[in-house]
């Protein structure tokens, strides 16, 4: 890797007992990149982070900071800071002491301390809450007093363990956006932890996603929703619809699959000997009032709406259709012919091939 | 109210009213009225201050008290040091079943009188003690050592008594740290003692705080202890009570030494809640 590489990790394995936390685990993250690492809870990515931090060792493997292996270094001569899950502030510290305080564990002054970590709280929108107690801040506030604490030390990277799980649905979506201004203001990089694919898609530049201790797949966020590698991947990043049967024919990358409960559907990918997977994304499923306004998709079908799933832009709905066994999920456009179709309504539906991607179960 | 209620409130206070009035309220201002009383014949008695001068007159009388007062804030420091790393340890370190034995250890001397202990540390102590044996069978001395009858063997004693009283609100106070604060302050680039200093200790201090003034309150008011380790050159001022009281028959000098002890133990709580900043109420929270 080019020496703009902040973060390296090499095939680390935590072991504890005979259980494999994280089983092997590489990557890399480029200066200045946002990387999220995304996974249910129970996949390791807490541990891996924990191993970056320095509050774990890795049973084997290495984790290299600007070039430097980190093995052995305690986290308190590492590189790295970390905003905690639960934020972690000092509540027997003022904001502005919080914010010094790593400063004057470095042996900065008291004086420039206070100076410099002023500074920081401006930057980042607190001016004046200097002298505040912490616990008489918002939920918002806290957060950033939390993050201000790590810049301030100008670390050559930021470990975020979901920090934004502990806020309201409203502030979230603001501190989403917020966290990626900040780290695009101070150009430093950020490795975030989430179960949230929400928050790693709308903020990363890169995601790993992880899953039993291993990386499933490491890309764009893009490359992730379009282009999944494995099922897990299909299923967990981003709504999509997903069912099972048995290979009727493949031939390239062009796969049938039948159904058990009938329907015959055609999509790409790997499919399995027997078995395969198929997933459709439901923004990608067409809908219409007639065969005719389907085109010409490979997969053309006809049922019933069963639920209209209000939601403003997200809206959608599930349609039972004869041959499948799960009713199909279908992004509803709130602008158009069908946007005040109600339950029982007959409905057709379809996708091109191109849309349902493939996997042998 | 009702008056249902009200007399219902009547007699689920009336416990609480009844203890505070005649085994605490009533006892002191009867030794307040008394430590005023002069003698100036036989059986014939005066208001005046006599009582208190007469201990501010005679050396003995306020250098035991001074002594005393310097003892004990030895005492609780010490016994603060000592009991600082076992809470943490149960606090912190210690899971499960571990936790609750190492409670139970740190309780089980107390389920013998203080008396029964401080026997035990005599057994150990004296010159045909337990430690003189060893320190003689091993080389170290070369005749029997007495260990006892020093203001060192006091001082253990009264550690030893008081050490389970700071390392429960101690213990209380430090299991409250969050995991992660501590984490961090590590992570920010604290080290060991930095971390100790400025986030561990601060948010201990309502807990230092409580256990230091029970295990003050408690040394300061020692009888037993004291007399038994410290023999002749213990100099307790509790001593100097009993003495009044007991020995001299004149209970208008032990009832106004008394009142000076109880003046004593609540200026230095006093003092010492205005130096660690802490208030009266939250301390007892964690006591």
């Not at chain 1, 972690?88 to 003022?94: G, H, N, R």
């Not at chain 2, 003698?39 to 005046?48: D, E, L, N, S, T």
């Not at chain 2, 007062?69 to 809470?87: E, G, R």
């Not at chain 2, 008011?221 to 009993?242: M, S």
Request: hydrophobic share 50%.
């Amino acid at each position: 890797m080019s020496s703009s590489t902040d973060l390296e990790i090499i095939n680390v394995i935590k072991r504890f007992g005979s259980y494999n936390a994280v089983d092997g685990v590489s990557f890399s993250v480029a200066q200045g990149e946002f990387f999220s690492i995304l996974g249910p809870s129970g996949c390791g990515k807490t541990t891996l982070m924990r191993m970056i931090a320095g509050f774990e060792d890795p049973t084997s493997g290495d984790i290299r900071i600007r070039e430097k292996s980190m093995i052995g270094v305690p986290a308190n001569r590492r590189p790295v800071n970390m905003v905690f899950q639960s934020l972690a502030l000092f509540p027997m510290m003022s904001v502005g002491e919080n914010v010094a305080y790593g400063l004057t564990c470095r042996g900065v002054s008291r004086a420039e301390a206070d100076k410099r970590a002023t500074r920081m709280l401006e930057r980042v929108g607190l001016k004046g809450f200097g002298d505040r107690r912490v616990t008489a801040l918002s939920g918002g506030q806290r957060q950033r007093v939390a993050i201000a604490r790590c810049l301030v030390l100008e670390p050559t990277l930021v470990l975020l363990d979901e920090p934004l799980g502990a806020l309201d649905l409203k502030l979230r979506e603001h501190m989403k956006i917020e966290l990626k201004q900040l780290q695009a203001m101070f150009n430093t990089t950020f490795v975030y932890i989430t179960h949230d694919q929400s928050e790693a898609l709308v903020m990363s530049d890169r995601i790993a996603v992880m899953n039993q201790g291993h990386f499933e797949q490491v890309g764009s966020p893009r490359e992730l929703y379009n282009n999944p590698q494995t099922p897990f991947v299909a299923s967990f990043v981003g709504e999509t619809n997903r069912w099972s049967g048995e290979t009727a024919s493949a031939s390239g990358d062009a796969v049938t699959i039948r159904l058990p409960s009938g329907a015959t559907v055609q999509g790409k990918g790997q499919a399995g000997k027997a078995q395969s997977l198929c997933f459709v994304r439901p923004e990608a499923i067409a809908l219409g009032t007639d065969q005719a306004s389907l085109g010409n998709a490979a997969n053309r079908f006809e049922g019933r709406v069963s639920a209209v799933l209000f939601d403003g832009a997200n809206s959608s709905l599930l349609i039972d259709a004869p041959g499948f066994e799960k009713p199909a999920r279908a992004v509803l456009p709130q602008a158009g012919p069908l946007a005040g179709i109600g339950v029982g309504a007959p409905i057709h539906f379809g996708w091109a091939t191109d849309s349902m991607k493939v996997f042998a179960a | 109210m009702k008056p249902a209620q009200r007399l219902t409130l009547f007699l689920l206070m009336a416990p609480a009213i009844l203890w505070l009035g005649l085994l605490i309220i009533l006892p002191h201002v009867e030794i307040l009225i008394l430590s005023f009383s002069e003698r100036v014949a036989p059986r014939v008695y005066q208001f005046g201050l006599g009582n208190y001068l007469e201990f501010f007159t005679e050396p003995l009388y306020w250098r035991t008290f001074a002594r005393t007062a310097i003892m004990s804030i030895l005492v609780t420091a010490c016994t603060l040091v000592l009991a600082f790393p076992i809470a943490l340890y149960i606090a912190r370190v210690a899971q499960g079943r571990l936790k609750a034995m190492l409670l139970l250890m740190c309780l089980l001397p107390f389920w013998v009188s203080e008396l029964v202990r401080t026997l035990g540390w005599m057994i150990l102590l004296r010159e045909t003690g337990v430690v003189s044996y060893v320190l003689q069978s091993i080389g170290l001395a070369s005749q029997p050592v007495e260990l006892l009858y020093n203001d060192g063997a006091v001082i253990l004693g009264l550690v030893y008594g008081g050490l389970l009283f700071m390392i429960v609100p101690l213990a209380n106070a430090l299991e409250s740290l969050e995991p992660s604060v501590v984490e961090a302050g590590f992570d920010l680039g604290g080290s060991r003692w930095t971390v100790l200093r400025r986030i561990v200790i601060p948010h201990a201090m309502p807990g230092i705080v409580a256990g230091s003034i029970i295990v003050f309150m408690l040394t300061v008011g020692n009888f037993a202890t004291p007399v038994l380790l410290g023999g002749k050159n213990g100099l307790w001022f509790t001593e100097q009570i009993y003495a009044q009281f007991i020995t001299r028959f004149n209970w208008p000098q032990g009832a106004a030494f008394g009142m000076l002890l109880l003046m004593l133990s609540s200026i230095i709580v006093w003092a010492g809640l205005r130096l660690s900043g802490q208030s009266l109420g939250t301390t007892l929270r964690q006591a």
